[in-house]
């Protein structure tokens, strides 16, 4: 029976490149993973095998070490835009090109240290260009950003049915690991293009002080805020995906002791977790970032 190739994609996944600027004694580090997405006219290469509109994942690879050198690494954006628009203008079986970034942040040891870095926390920025050889679509973020308030925070007058135990609470633990993922308005290169650093480190500051400033009655509460403050705050930024796991914190029975616990001792659960997930856009704005965010 006929049938119908349907979207394909190929390239080179996870090149680890880490690019070092020497400026005298003081050094400065970028550390990336970068993995490199194709299509266009591959049907010849499905169906025959045939290579000739196949630009190697070697290839690929290459690319992005040499532009780590030639063009240097002034954001994960800016890099991958870079990328995307080599790719696709430089072969022309080749129509779209994704560029996903994840980078790794380092800080200096010491105050005098000009080559001595130490990775920090936990936290992943993250980055996926895309390119059509017509217009961009850029979306940013980051994960495992772990933040917690040891007050502020109720969570009462739920739905209870014959399987509810919960007890409702009224000063409790909220703490999540927060991913989140933003899409930028920019899309063609007619538009001056966002300051990419600065709209990162906003964003975070945002997330961080929505989550410090709310007294939170759910984390859906505490989620929208988040979001709406960095769409209020960010004109850059159309749209905003969460996705926070609840991470659970109940309080130990201490009574068997012949202690109390007035909010002292705590249980970490890590699983099952509650996890909450939800889109905040610009009036106005189409949805366009996918709801599974785990491949970013």
Not at 51 to 80: I, Q, R, Y
Not at 132 to 156: C, I, K, P, Q, Y
Not at 261 to 266: C, F, G, R
């Amino acid at each position: 029976m006929p049938t119908i190739l349907g979207q394909n994609q190929y390239g080179k996944a996870e090149n680890r490149v880490v690019r070092i600027v020497r400026d005298g004694d003081t050094h400065h580090i970028k550390d990336l993973n970068v993995s490199v997405a194709l299509s266009g006219d591959m049907e010849d290469v499905h169906r025959s095998g045939s290579n000739a509109h196949v630009l190697p994942t070697d290839t690929t690879k290459n690319t992005v070490f040499a532009f780590a050198k030639e063009h240097g690494v002034e954001s994960a954006e800016a890099f991958g835009v870079h990328l995307a628009r080599h790719f696709v203008t430089s072969q022309e079986p080749i129509h779209r090109a994704r560029i996903r970034i994840e980078e790794y942040a380092w800080g200096r040891i010491g105050d005098g240290a000009g080559h001595s870095f130490v990775r920090q926390g936990r936290e992943t920025r993250v980055s996926q260009i895309t390119y059509d050889g017509a217009g961009w679509e850029v979306l940013s973020g980051l994960r495992d950003l772990t933040v917690l308030n040891s007050t502020d925070s109720e969570f009462w007058g739920y739905v209870k049915d014959r399987y509810t135990t919960l007890t409702e609470a009224y000063d409790r633990i909220l703490a999540t690991d927060v991913s989140a993922l933003w899409r930028y308005s920019w899309q063609d290169d007619g538009q001056a293009a966002p300051d990419w650093n600065g709209c990162y480190q906003r964003a975070r500051d945002h997330i961080l002080g929505a989550f410090a400033d709310t007294y939170s009655l759910s984390l859906q509460q505490t989620l929208h805020q988040m979001g709406e403050r960095v769409i209020d705050t960010c004109a850059e930024i159309d749209e905003i995906r969460f996705s926070l796991p609840n991470k659970h914190h109940f309080l130990v029975d201490l009574e068997p002791f012949g202690l109390t616990n007035e909010n002292e001792v705590y249980f970490a659960a890590d699983r099952p977790y509650g996890l909450i997930e939800a889109t905040i856009l610009r009036d106005g704005a189409t949805a366009r970032i996918p709801v599974d965010m785990t491949h970013l």
